[in-house]
């Protein structure tokens, strides 16, 4: 085992006995001090508590006058569970119970020869598995999610209720938006730290301003790591979100009035693509192209025939509702013969592409752009990948093309996240939000529910409502109602508004990274049925809300 170990003046000479005894058999590191000379505890608490959070250390010990202060100090830690312990029952239930791995002792409290008994039972008592000392260990480690913030509570009350309040609502309630996911911890304590404090303007190395390294730092791993996890030859990682980073492709490439070929918004496109509301469909000229009417897929032969007649500078491919698989082997080949930038929006199935349940367009394209939240589960925020003939033309669009000071607390968070996305469980995270999707998207439809393009391959499906008489909104509402989150959404060749629709849109990310898994899908995909077969009984809503906060009550959000 390795053992990290300190204590203030007053332990030192217990300190220095049970590094003695302890190193006999364990490997020791002796965080001081050395003398009895007055010292501050916190000092050394929090040497040790970062050896035990950091896992460098297998446990901790920390000594003081009553071990009260070194227990305070080092359990502000995450990941770290410091316990007094002033006899060895209590080093025993403080391990088997709690999963204690901090021990905090007095050295007025107890005799040197017993303190040293206290520390081998201690390191000795292995962790109860039974499970209601492992859920409690967990909402003690978790604190509701609550305790990140807790600060929040005196200083400003107001923003902490609004917090608490989505705390409370992501708790209770199944989300299917498909454009959602839930964060890791990390990712939040990154986005969440000090580096929000910098101005960062540039890049890393040719920065504005002085005071920049720790900046450089973070926005090296996050850019080294995206390129290592989607094989790019270049990543910019300050866009601020998925519009930015398409915008950053468009201002590397274009001039006011070039043409951009993309799917349509009311086939599945997204508004950063050329919608007239948009800066896209204001600046440029858009062609749009459609889904086949009958199949509801993109028909690639037809996509050729358009790009060649048209022949625009760029050619977009993604979406934000297509519930289908792209060949970007065939748009490569079709971008080629038509003799325009091939681009990819792959926001909603950078996840799935990551982890290896999707082709992934950046072999491919010249640009490939991504939210880092959806199906990618990161912070909130944007990236580009190019080709490096592409990488001076990119950066300068984005700085200073059309963004000063980058959020490198943002991007710290981006690296956490891909960092997460290179682990081998993210391969079956990937594989198990299709799955979850194909599951859900059959429960409904077997259910007599019309779904766009007669399935799914990958997060998403889109419900068509409107074959039951009503509308999305409505339909969007009805769940709401019943603690069922999916989104209106427009159908291919919609003869509904924009504000009503004809059709629903499920998305299965954030349920998965809950631990969600097929047996869970075919009851949401019934529950949803039983809300849209009812669609203004408010007792089926009453009746479903109660089931679904049942069942994310075993499915804690991370």
């Not at 035990?52 to 305070?72: E, H, K, N, P, Q």
């Not at 990682?237 to 980073?245: E, T």
């Not at 060749?493 to 990274?513: L, M, N, Q």
């Amino acid at each position: 085992m390795r053992i990290s170990i300190g204590s203030d003046h007053s332990g030192v000479e217990l300190k220095s006995l049970l590094v003695r005894v302890l190193s006999g058999s364990h490997t020791v590191l002796d965080r001081g001090p050395s003398e009895r000379a007055s010292c501050d505890y916190p000092d050394y608490a929090i040497a040790v508590a970062k050896d035990v959070a950091a896992g460098d250390a297998d446990f901790g010990i920390l000594i003081c006058r009553s071990g009260i202060g070194m227990s305070m100090a080092a359990n502000r830690f995450q990941n770290v569970r410091a316990a007094i312990c002033p006899t060895t029952d209590a080093a025993v239930v403080s391990r088997q119970h709690n999963g204690a791995n901090v021990l905090c002792i007095g050295a007025d409290v107890v005799s040197a020869e017993y303190a040293v008994e206290i520390a081998e039972t201690f390191i000795s008592t292995p962790v109860d598995g039974d499970a209601r000392h492992v859920r409690r260990r967990w909402k003690l480690e978790r604190s509701q999610r609550l305790s990140d913030c807790s600060g929040l509570m005196k200083s400003d009350p107001e923003v902490y209720a609004a917090i608490e309040a989505q705390v409370r609502q992501e708790d209770a309630e199944i989300n299917l938006i498909a454009s959602e996911n839930t964060s890791s911890r990390a990712c939040r304590e990154a986005a969440g730290s000090v580096l929000m404090n910098k101005y960062a303007e540039g890049y890393p190395g040719k920065r504005w301003y002085s005071g920049c390294l720790p900046s450089d730092a973070a926005e090296e791993l996050a850019r080294n790591r995206a390129c290592r996890l989607f094989g790019a030859e270049h990543a910019n990682v300050q866009p601020h979100c998925g519009s930015s980073a398409n915008m950053a492709v468009y201002f590397a490439t274009l001039n006011p009035g070039d043409s951009i070929m993309a799917l349509s918004l009311d086939q599945g496109g997204h508004l950063s693509h050329g919608s007239p509301v948009n800066f896209s469909g204001k600046i440029y000229r858009i062609i749009p192209y459609t889904v086949d009417r009958k199949t509801e897929m993109l028909d690639y032969d037809a996509i050729e025939r358009q790009a060649l007649e048209t022949r625009p500078k760029i050619l977009l491919t993604g979406a934000s509702a297509y519930p289908r698989k792209i060949d970007f082997r065939r748009v490569r080949e079709i971008c080629d013969r038509a003799g325009c930038i091939m681009m990819v929006d792959m926001a909603h199935i950078a996840g799935l592409v990551a982890g290896g349940v999707h082709e992934s367009p950046v072999p491919y394209a010249d640009f490939v752009t991504t939210t880092t939240h959806k199906t990618l589960g990161g912070p909130r925020g944007g990236m580009v990948l190019c080709k490096e003939k592409w990488a001076k033309a990119l950066d300068s669009a984005v700085f200073p093309g059309m963004q000063g000071g980058p959020l490198e607390n943002i991007i710290a968070a981006k690296a956490v996240c891909f960092g997460e996305w290179m682990r081998p469980e993210k391969k079956e995270y990937a594989r198990q939000i299709v799955a979850n999707c194909a599951v859900l998207c059959k429960t409904v439809m077997d259910r007599g529910y019309r779904i766009v393009s007669g399935g799914t391959d990958n997060h998403l499906f889109l419900v068509d409502v409107k074959a039951g008489g009503m509308t999305g909104k409505d339909a969007a509402a009805a769940l709401d109602a019943a603690g069922v989150i999916v989104n209106k959404n427009a159908i291919p060749f919609d003869t509904e508004s924009p504000f009503r629709t004809s059709g629903i849109r499920v998305g299965t990310a954030s349920v998965t990274t809950r631990g969600m898994k097929e047996p869970e899908m075919i009851k949401i995909g019934t529950w949803i049925a039983d809300v849209l077969d009812n669609i203004a009984d408010t007792a089926v809503q009453a009746r479903v809300k109660h089931e679904a906060a049942e069942l994310v009550a075993k499915f804690p959000v991370p």
